[in-house]
T-cell receptor, first 112, second 114 residues
Framework: DQQVKQNSPSLSVQEGRISILNCDYT??????FLWYKKYPAEGPTFLIS?????DKNEDGRFTVFLNKSAKHLSLHIVPSQPGDSAVYFC???????????FGTGTRLTVIP | ETGVTQTPRHLVMGMTNKKSLKCEQH?????MYWYKQSAKKPLELMFV???????ENNSVPSRFSPECPNSSHLFLHLHTLQPEDSALYLC?????????????FGSGTQLSVL
């Protein structure tokens, strides 16, 4: 059973608007979360992370929000740019364990 | 060359073949990983090496055999694979192998087993 779920396989957003990508998890032991971005024919690249002691982390246009009670996190991209078009993966893990659990990804398309 | 390099990019093999996937990292990291991504499934961790010692083996069938001769190189030896093993195999590295460290991925090897 998947421990990290991204229920929206795709999302289209107009350039300049906000993109919101969602992720849900089931394991309450997870205490750190990461987002990766993947372009075609390339490996995933790290984007931003958050630990369970925070509820928000910001890096430029990218902000990740964590709602531990709902076991939900989201990635906000504002303003969205055409170069942001990629597949975004959410991942979660627990301290003391090497395994990182990934979602199936959301394909973001930013329309110029 | 920088980052994490994987070869070959594409591989087609029969079920009786033996082949190897190669990964090299130029980042000075101490930990290396093999991940598998099947169609419409999440990335799954297969193996973790930290300082050339295997620290994780996620119940992977023995037809997959990893090798880490030094901290810069990682191999995945394949033999008698099944068609369901067709997938994208991604290598990654991280600084120390601690949980939560960001991973640096290669571009992957797209494997097709006929």
């Amino acid at each position: 059973d998947q421990q990290v779920k991204q229920n929206s396989p795709s999302l289209s957003v107009q350039e300049g608007r906000i993109s919101i990508l969602n992720c849900d998890y089931t394991n309450s032991m997870f205490d750190y979360f990461l987002w990766y971005k993947k372009y075609p024919a390339e490996g995933p690249t790290f984007l931003i992370s958050i630990s369970s002691i925070k509820d928000k982390n910001e890096d430029g246009r990218f902000t990740v929000f964590l709602n531990k009670s709902a076991k939900h996190l989201s990635l906000h991209i504002v303003p969205s740019q055409p170069g942001d078009s990629a597949v975004y993966f959410c991942a979660a893990g627990a301290q003391g364990a090497n395994n990182l659990f990934f979602g199936t990804g959301t394909r973001l398309t930013v329309i110029p | 060359e920088t980052g994490v390099t994987q070869t070959p990019r594409h591989l087609v093999m029969g079920m009786t073949n033996k082949k190897s996937l190669k990964c090299e990292q130029h980042l000075g990291h101490n930990a290396m990983y093999w991940y598998k991504q099947s169609a419409k499934k999440p990335l799954e961790l297969m193996f973790v090496y930290s300082l050339e010692e295997r620290v994780e083996n996620n119940s992977v069938p023995s037809r997959f055999s990893p090798e880490c001769p030094n901290s810069s190189h990682l191999f995945l030896h394949l033999h008698t694979l099944q068609p369901e093993d067709s997938a994208l195999y991604l290598c990654a590295s991280s600084q120390e192998g601690f949980p939560g460290e960001k991973l640096f991925f290669g571009s992957g090897t797209q494997l097709s087993v006929l």
